[in-house]
């Protein structure tokens, strides 16, 4: 099992930043090799997926977010942020982590990000 924790989601005005961390922990390691993701949800729009982590050297991004947003993997191959800059209200959205554990999808809780005009 595994069990993924958000943190770092807030308030902020438009052209702010904000940094989204995700740990992961529990019974199943996580590896590098597994992808991760930042997806947010949106109301009216559904769960997006806004940057992955493909576990295999290589990242992607949602065209919105291109250019203003930056995913990483931490050292631990377990943690994984998100940077946020740039942000604009309608990046507004609840964040969850993903990550595919050898086929298995895990989520996290989720973390609200409100960005005001």
């Known amino acids: 099992q595994v069990q993924l924790v958000e943190s770092g989601g807030g308030l902020v005005q438009a052209g702010g930043s904000l940094n989204l961390s995700c740990v992961a922990s529990g019974s199943s390691t996580i590896y590098r090799i597994n992808p991760m993701a930042w997806y947010r949800q949106t109301p009216g729009k559904g769960r997006e997926e806004v940057a992955l982590?493909?576990?295999?050297?290589?990242?992607t991004y949602a065209e919105s977010v291109k250019g203003r947003f930056t995913i990483s993997r931490a050292s631990a191959a377990s943690t994984l942020i998100l940077y946020m800059n740039s942000l604009q209200p309608e990046d507004t959205g609840v964040y969850y982590c993903?990550?595919?554990?050898?086929?298995?999808?895990?989520w996290g809780q989720g973390t609200q990000v409100t960005v005001s005009s």
């Open positions: 993903y990550v595919d554990r050898f086929g298995t999808p895990y």
């Open positions: 982590d493909t576990g295999r050297g290589a990242t």
